[in-house]
């Protein structure tokens, strides 16, 4: 039986605005409930985002990809690449 964990999912650079989150708050975030294991590209996908490597991901401090494993509940911060060269 697969463990149920709650991540905090928190939207930067006009993503919530490209997902039409009408109901989005900036300072807690959407909190999802989901079963343990799952890829955090799965989670993306049920809020519409596409081309999920244009996106930068992170969680603790690290960088993470939309392949990895969610085991544990944890914030996620999402980026778009901004800046140049």
Do not use: A, P, Q
Not at 18 to 25: A, G, Q
Not at 50 to 78: A, C, D
């Amino acid at each position: 039986m697969s463990k149920e964990i709650s991540i905090n999912i928190m939207f930067f650079s006009g993503i919530d605005r490209e997902l039409n989150l009408k109901e989005y708050d900036f300072e807690t975030g959407i909190i999802v409930n989901i079963k343990s294991g799952t890829r955090l590209g799965n989670v993306l996908k049920n809020f519409g985002l596409k081309k999920l490597s244009r996106y930068h991901y992170f969680s603790n401090g690290e960088r993470i990809t939309h392949f990895t494993r969610l085991k544990f509940s944890r914030e996620i911060s999402i980026l778009k690449t901004s800046g140049g060269g």
